[in-house]
């Protein structure tokens, strides 16, 4: 790929991410609201449905970013690694990144290690069995269980869809729509979280509705839920741009859905916090040395970052 010379206005480039994120949310009611279909018949068909209209919105999103985004493409390769589709370097970008994350869950991967051990020690006092045979009981369990998360539509939504179709829209598709109009990387690390950020606004009528909340009570909700996804969403695009790779922020994206909101302490746990601490305090010391773009790309023409975003900004 060439840059081809050209760039976004601004504005223009701002308009095209405010637009994808209103295509990603109001898409999810066009079942209803204008194909006129019945309401779903259960939360299962109500998933498929919003699956689908996730699907294409993200499909949508990236063909047009396509052709919007001012860069001349030879080859089809070559146009989805602008989306950080490549397959080069592909165990550093799902590794490092996860390990990098993982360190702001010390205090909580400490709390699920007390918490196994204790329930080992509980099993093996009752008389039912070593730690051998438990880990066998494990194994041989592992296959239903996977059977049974690969029917559930919750298992889909949370570690395939969602973070999937997120991450191609307001990761691969904002990203370099944001460079190419000319702001900084900074600056994109900033402002794509705002949209990610909004896209979940939609979620204060369905909280309203579906637990009888108040719109108060709701909106408390929702405004923790946002501060969340602002504080990820900028971590996310900060693995994208420094690595190049969407495969990155995918995985940090899955992780932190399993895993959920960090543990910072717990009363009956006095390693819990010192263990979050020591985790938070290696990430930052780790944040700019395990990204560094030379290990997720090859040097060339002298540029850091990958397929020339350096001179996008």
Same mark, same amino acid.
């Given at each position: 790929?060439?840059?081809?010379?050209?760039?976004?206005?601004?504005?223009?480039?701002?308009?095209?991410?405010?637009?994808? !994120? *209103? =295509?990603?949310?109001?898409?999810?009611?066009?079942? +209803?609201?204008?194909?006129?279909? %019945?309401?779903?018949? $259960?939360? &299962?068909?109500?998933?498929?449905?919003?699956?689908?209209?996730?699907?294409?919105?993200?499909?949508?999103?990236?063909?047009?970013?396509?052709?919007?985004?001012?860069?001349?493409?030879?080859?089809?390769?070559?146009?989805?690694?602008?989306?950080?589709?490549?397959?080069?370097?592909?165990?550093?970008?799902?590794?490092?990144?996860?390990?990098?994350?993982?360190?702001?869950?010390?205090?909580?991967?400490?709390?699920? !290690? *007390? =918490?196994?051990?204790?329930?080992?020690?509980?099993? +093996?006092?009752?008389?039912?069995? %070593?730690?051998?045979? $438990?880990? &066998?009981?494990?194994?041989?369990?592992?296959?239903?269980?996977?059977?049974?998360?690969?029917?559930?539509?919750?298992?889909?939504?949370?570690?395939?869809?969602?973070?999937?179709?997120?991450?191609?829209?307001?990761?691969?598709?904002?990203?370099?729509?944001?460079?190419?109009?000319?702001?900084?990387?900074?600056?994109?690390?900033?402002?794509?979280?705002?949209?990610?950020?909004?896209?979940?606004?939609?979620?204060?009528?369905?909280?309203?509705?579906?637990?009888?909340?108040?719109?108060?009570?709701?909106?408390?909700?929702?405004?923790?839920?946002?501060?969340?996804?602002?504080?990820?969403?900028?971590?996310?695009?900060?693995?994208?741009?420094?690595?190049?790779?969407?495969?990155?922020?995918?995985?940090?994206?899955?992780?932190?859905?399993?895993?959920?909101?960090?543990?910072?302490?717990?009363?009956?746990?006095?390693?819990?916090?010192?263990?979050?601490?020591?985790?938070?305090?290696?990430?930052?010391?780790?944040?700019?040395?395990?990204?560094?773009?030379?290990?997720?790309?090859?040097?060339?023409?002298?540029?850091?970052?990958?397929?020339?975003?350096?001179?996008?900004?």
């Amino acid at each position: 790929m060439e840059d081809s010379g050209g760039s976004l206005p601004k504005p223009v480039a701002v308009l095209v991410c405010i637009s994808m !994120t *209103l =295509l990603y949310v109001a898409i999810l009611y066009v079942p +209803t609201l204008v194909l006129r279909l %019945p309401p779903p018949s $259960s939360y &299962k068909v109500l998933m498929i449905r919003r699956f689908i209209c996730a699907a294409v919105s993200a499909i949508v999103s990236v063909v047009f970013c396509a052709f919007i985004l001012p860069t001349r493409i030879r080859k089809a390769s070559s146009l989805l690694g602008v989306y950080g589709i490549r397959m080069d370097h592909i165990w550093q970008a799902v590794v490092f990144p996860l390990l990098l994350t993982s360190l702001m869950y010390t205090g909580s991967l400490v709390l699920k !290690t *007390l =918490l196994v051990a204790k329930k080992w020690k509980e099993n +093996t006092s009752r008389g039912h069995g %070593p730690l051998f045979d $438990s880990i &066998k009981t494990i194994l041989r369990e592992f296959p239903c269980r996977m059977l049974s998360a690969a029917s559930n539509v919750s298992f889909w939504r949370t570690f395939v869809v969602a973070p999937l179709t997120e991450e191609l829209v307001f990761r691969a598709c904002m990203i370099p729509l944001l460079l190419c109009g000319g702001f900084n990387v900074y600056a994109a690390i900033f402002l794509s979280p705002i949209f990610f950020s909004l896209a979940h606004l939609n979620h204060t009528m369905e909280i309203c509705s579906h637990y009888n909340y108040s719109l108060l009570k709701a909106s408390m909700i929702i405004g923790h839920k946002l501060g969340y996804t602002l504080v990820f969403g900028s971590y996310a695009s900060f693995l994208f741009i420094r690595t190049g790779h969407l495969v990155s922020p995918l995985a940090a994206h899955i992780f932190c859905n399993y895993m959920g909101l960090p543990v910072i302490f717990v009363q009956s746990k006095g390693l819990v916090t010192p263990a979050f601490v020591a985790g938070t305090a290696a990430f930052v010391l780790l944040l700019f040395p395990m990204t560094q773009p030379d290990l997720y790309n090859d040097r060339t023409d002298n540029c850091r970052c990958w397929h020339g975003y350096c001179s996008w900004s």
